[in-house]
């Protein structure tokens, strides 16, 4: 499954997102993406969500595959 | 904040990285240590993992696994030692870098040893020392990787991981984006690996005395000394060393004894949370996990019953809000935001369901930033809402514990 990711660094938040994938994100009161759960996105979700991947004005949003071998985080 | 505290006699404080002369000289180091031996990379991560090192500039990610990441990218790495310390109650990296330098040099040297560029990241009031130091050891053949010195900002998040990278790229000193890992891909496209200045002189001390020896401080899980910076209301402030599991009350009394009788105490600094002033309770991870924090960066500060929690965390968490890096919106707006309300409900503005918005703000900034600043303060804010509940309480009625001398 993938997920959503925001680049915090990037993202201007105009809300434009949370518009077109309610589902997985609403806007919070300065108008940036805060999501409802999981960033995970739902096979059902994935065309919504590719679409606001698309849209997204500031490059900030992005679809990424969860996978298994990441290199460690750290704080 | 430099001094090194003797152990008193009987305590379960345990000199190791600062034990001997600490004058920082190259021949009282080669006197002490000896010369570093030789190892190759797939030595140097065998030891780590061997000995259970963890990271200790706060996140306490296992150093092996992070060399090996580094290792598997499969191109030169940069590494970087990372002696920022932007953490303003935090004094145990410039203690380090003044007396023990040349075990974190050592330990550079084997993080270092699969590649050709290591960095010191350091303040720059440290650099003119450094250098003569970098330059006698390299003029002494100790040193096969050359070392180059960069200058960290003084601000609270120059220290963070992505922050240092970016330094060392030549850029700002503010976090970036997570989605490429650093040890992947750093900013200048070599791989990066970043560690505390404190990380590699244990390494340094793993490389010479072994596994084994390391291990027989701390516990089974979270083996070694870590070195704590004490300070608050105890006599004599400074850094301390001590095995993970030390008891808090032996720290203290490492560091002169409490100067009057503890309401809280403040671990793992500004990013990290309050407990219970209990001289019993083990300073580890298993232990502080009830309370949501670990030991961090072994920061700990003592407050006086004389003093309001709430108060106090008020002006820390009004501090990390000046020093959000103005990239991230949900930390720009909402840290500011968070430190008013809390302070509204510090200084006893109370309004209906103010608790309940600090902790509303608290939850609202966890996760949305490039770099886990916001997610640090609000573990302090939500700490603090658990453990001065009665203040929190006294607070809406117009009432001060503190204050009144109560509890
Ligand atoms: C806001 C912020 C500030 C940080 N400042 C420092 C610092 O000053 N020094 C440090 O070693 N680590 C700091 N860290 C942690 C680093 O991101 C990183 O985890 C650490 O340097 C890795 O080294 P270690 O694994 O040896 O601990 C900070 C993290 C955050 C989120
Ligand atoms: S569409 Fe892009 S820039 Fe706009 S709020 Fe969403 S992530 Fe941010
Ligand atoms: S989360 Fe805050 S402190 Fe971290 S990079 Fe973003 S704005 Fe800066």
Not at chain 2, 172 to 181: I, N, S
Not at chain 2, 267 to 291: C, Q
Request: glycine share 12%; aromatic share 4%.
């Amino acid at each position: 499954m993938n997920r959503l990711h925001v680049d915090w660094t990037a993202c201007d938040g105009r809300g434009l997102c949370a518009e077109l994938l309610p589902e997985l994100l609403v806007e919070d009161e300065w108008g940036y993406p805060a999501p409802r759960g999981e960033m995970s996105v739902p096979p059902a979700l994935e065309p919504a969500a590719r679409q606001a991947v698309d849209r997204c004005p500031a490059l900030a949003l992005k679809l990424t595959r969860v996978s298994a071998g990441r290199a460690p985080g750290s704080s | 904040m430099t001094s090194t505290v003797e152990a008193p006699p009987g305590s379960r404080v345990q000199l190791r990285l600062l034990a001997g002369s600490n004058d920082g000289r190259l021949d009282s180091h080669l006197a002490q240590h000896g010369r570093l031996p030789a190892f190759d990379t797939s030595q140097v991560i065998g030891m780590a993992r061997d000995a259970g090192l963890t990271g200790r500039g706060g996140a306490g990610f296992p150093l092996w696994r992070k060399l090996s990441a580094v290792a598997a990218a499969g191109r030169p790495a940069v590494v970087i030692g990372n002696g920022a310390e932007g953490e303003p109650a935090s004094g145990k990296d410039r203690a380090l870098l003044t007396y023990a330098p040349n075990l974190v040099l050592d330990g550079l040297q084997l993080a270092a040893s699969g590649t050709r560029s290591a960095v010191l990241y350091a303040p720059l009031g440290a650099h003119r020392a450094l250098r003569e130091l970098i330059d006698a050891r390299r003029g002494a053949g100790l040193d096969r990787v050359p070392v180059r010195l960069v200058a960290a900002p003084d601000a609270f998040v120059a220290g963070e991981e992505s922050a240092a990278a970016a330094a060392v790229a030549g850029r700002a000193a503010v976090p970036a984006d997570k989605l490429v890992r650093i040890t992947e891909s750093g900013p200048g496209g070599a791989p990066m690996l970043v560690q505390n200045v404190e990380t590699l002189a244990h390494l340094a001390m793993i490389a010479r005395y072994g596994p084994g020896w390391f291990r027989a401080a701390g516990t089974p899980d979270e083996p070694g000394t870590f070195l704590a910076t004490v300070s608050g209301a105890v006599a004599a402030p400074g850094v301390v060393e001590a095995g993970y599991g030390v008891a808090l009350g032996d720290l203290v009394a490492a560091a002169g004894g409490a100067t009057a009788p503890l309401r809280s105490v403040l671990v793992g600094g500004y990013h990290g949370g309050w407990v219970p002033a209990d001289a019993a309770l083990p300073v580890s991870r298993a232990a502080l996990t009830p309370y949501g924090i670990s030991p961090g960066a072994g920061v700990i500060v003592a407050l006086p019953r004389t003093a309001c929690g709430l108060l106090e965390t008020a002006r820390i968490a009004g501090c990390l809000a000046d020093q959000v890096a103005g990239q991230c919106g949900p930390c720009v707006n909402g840290l500011p935001r968070l430190a008013s309300t809390l302070s509204d409900l510090a200084h006893r503005r109370a309004r209906p369901g103010l608790p309940a918005e600090v902790d509303r703000l608290a939850r609202l900034v966890t996760g949305r930033g490039a770099c886990r600043h916001p997610d640090g303060t609000a573990r302090l804010v939500l700490s603090a809402l658990r453990a001065f509940e009665a203040d929190v309480a006294a607070h809406l009625a117009g009432r001060c514990l503190a204050e009144e001398g109560q509890r």
